[in-house]
């Protein structure tokens, strides 16, 4: 397993820099609107689109941090009945949390593909006076929410591999090693 092994670390920086990204584009966009709000006031001008830049970044910030939240631990998970287990089903309870999360964003990563298709497909663009092509930020969103899935998806099969193997404490430090408040909770 170390080529998934190296593929998670490598995974795991990626996704520090791309929510970096997602904080500078953040940072950017309050710029762009406290400037739209200033030149408004003192002007009487107003930046066409800024609302709606500011929506398409924050959309992409988030989903560009997902996987980091990810590997981080900051995902909400109910820790009640995880603190009491021993570490075999610990282990397995928290691959089956990782199995779920794997799941689900492989569902919002198919929908999310449909929608950017389908907009690219159609010429879709924003009713706005900006008139974005749809795909644009929808593909960028994407992206990030990809990039979620195949995080989890190798934890899931690194994980799984060491549950096979009967090395649970190996799993749980694997799965939970970057938790650092204990307040982890699904």
Known sequence: MPFITNARTLLERLSRNVALAGLYVLFATALLVSTDVLVRKVFGIAFVGAD????YALALATSWALSYAFFEGSHI????????LAPRPKAWLDLLAVLVTAVLIGILAWQVWIIAFDSWTFDAVSNTPLRVPMWIPQFIFLAGVLLFFVSAALVLLESLSLVLQGKYEETIKLIEENEQSGEYTL
């Open 77 to 84: 998970r109910v820790n009640v009945l995880h603190m009491t």
């Open 52 to 55: 709606e830049l500011a929506g």
